[in-house]
């Protein structure tokens, strides 16, 4: 399986100031049909800003573009994106970018609407730390994970998309209680902080992904 490295690990990006591809408005423009290629053009106010060549193979997106790192020498670079489809509640089915990342010698392979150019390859913003554009540990993730720690002790699932797991035998009601509201409490100052940060950067369907509504 092949991936690609993010560079240098621990870097961390602002994500408004990468290039990114939304697979979903790809999607709409037709640009996943096997046999497309084309170029993908970035544009703000009207001028562009950037635009790279890419075709569509089955059940992959291929891009070609050049890259200069540390002005250095131009260096061509082919990045073969997977690509996956999930249904939809709704019906129908929606594609996802499988990351192909490989950040601390592991892969990603995260399914995500969205890959952003940073450093060599278009990777997602797990891989690009753009998650984490300050450099201390962001609060939204301290909260999901304290959230996280207490669902799964009330032998529940961890994410916000699933439900608090029902009052384990013997636990008293005040207590669940007491942990349900702290559960609910962080996932809200998690889903706050990360949407202040990143709202520009979601579509609908992405905060339907990451938060379940
Ligand atoms: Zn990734």
């Known amino acids: 399986m092949g991936g690609y490295g993010s560079g240098r690990s621990g870097y961390s990006q602002k994500a408004e100031h990468l290039k990114s ?7 709409r423009e037709g640009c996943l049909s096997p046999g497309r290629r084309g170029y993908w053009i970035w ?3 009207g001028t ?7 075709h569509a193979e089955e059940h992959h997106l291929v891009l070609d573009y050049k890259v200069r790192l540390y002005g250095g020498e131009w ?6 994106i997977p690509l996956t489809y999930a249904e939809c509640n709704y019906g129908g089915t929606r594609p996802y970018f499988r990351c192909n990342g490989i950040v601390n010698g592991r892969h990603c392979t995260r399914r ?3 890959v952003f150019a940073g450093g060599r390859y278009f990777l997602c913003r797990h891989c ?11 609060r939204y993730d301290r909260m999901l994970r304290r959230a996280n720690k207490l669902r799964t002790a009330l ?3 961890p994410g916000i998309a699933h439900s608090i797991a029902a009052k384990p035998k013997g636990m008293w009601q005040r207590t669940y209680q ?3 509201f702290e559960i609910e409490w962080c996932e809200n100052q998690a889903t706050h902080h990360f949407l202040s940060k990143f709202a520009h950067l979601l579509s609908p369907e992405e905060r339907e992904m990451y938060f379940g509504h």
């Open 21 to 27: 591809l939304d697979v979903n408005r790809l999607h």
């Open 43 to 45: 544009s703000r106010d």
């Open 48 to 54: 562009e800003t950037g635009r790279i060549a890419y």
């Open 75 to 80: 260096k061509t670079i082919t990045q073969s």
């Open 112 to 114: 995500v609407g969205k």
């Open 128 to 138: 690009h730390n753009v998650a984490y554009a300050s450099q201390s540990e962001p």
């Open 155 to 157: 032998g529940g699932e």
């Open 178 to 180: 007491r942990k349900r």
